[in-house]
């Protein structure tokens, strides 16, 4: 049995590969708290701007952050939409590991003749 959900193979891949990273995960944290400026983002980090801005770029494939211009800046927002479209996929399997526990647990209640 194989998890359905809306998302394509590729989707899925693309946000899960940008979740692999802490500084993405900070990024998309930081952003589901309120949208920020990429040079703002990049002050918090001991990388270079472009550096974070491949992070950004990373995110944004993945349709987990939206980047928009504001006069001579880029400002990043998390979308809650696709977070929550890849925790229902989480969930999905985790429903499938739960059935798959409970048949064992029935498996193993059973009565020895």
Do not use: C
Not at 24 to 39: G, H, P
Not at 51 to 68: G, P, Y
Not at 75 to 89: E, K, N
């Amino acid at each position: 049995m194989v998890a359905q959900t809306e998302l394509s193979d590729d989707r899925i891949d693309r946000v899960f590969h940008a979740l692999a990273t802490a500084t993405r995960r900070d990024i998309l944290r930081r952003t589901l708290e309120r949208e920020q400026s990429i040079s703002a983002l990049a002050a918090d980090y001991d990388m270079s701007f472009a550096a974070v801005q491949k992070h950004i770029a990373v995110l944004e494939a993945a349709e987990l952050v939206v980047k928009r211009a504001e006069g001579r800046e880029r400002l990043v927002r998390a979308d809650p939409a696709m977070i929550a479209r890849a925790r229902a996929l989480l969930a999905q399997y985790e429903d499938l590991w739960r059935a798959r526990i409970d048949r064992l647990d029935a498996l193993l209640a059973e009565p020895e003749n």
